[in-house]
């Protein structure tokens, strides 16, 4: 498993925009995002905020159904 990077909310958004996720809306500064699939859907908040915290960032992987790897190349 390999480390993810520091990133901030703006670049995480586009990594997952990348992904197939689409902007629900904005509520203040956490965008939400959806992705809907045969799994069913998979729904994620996104701080943007410079930098995103460590624990935030490796929650995205269990809400998005994607891996640590697959979500470091997209970024």
């Excluded at 410079?50 to 640590?68: S, V, Y």
């Amino acid at each position: 498993m390999s480390k993810l990077p520091d990133v901030s909310g703006t670049e995480l958004v586009k990594a997952l925009q990348k992904a197939g996720f689409l902007i629900l809306g904005q509520k203040g500064s956490h965008v939400s995002m959806e992705k809907v699939d045969s799994a069913g859907p998979w729904r994620t908040i996104v701080p943007m905020h410079r930098e995103i915290a460590r624990g935030t960032l490796h929650d995205i992987p269990k809400q998005t159904e994607l891996t640590r790897d697959e979500l470091r190349k997209l970024l």
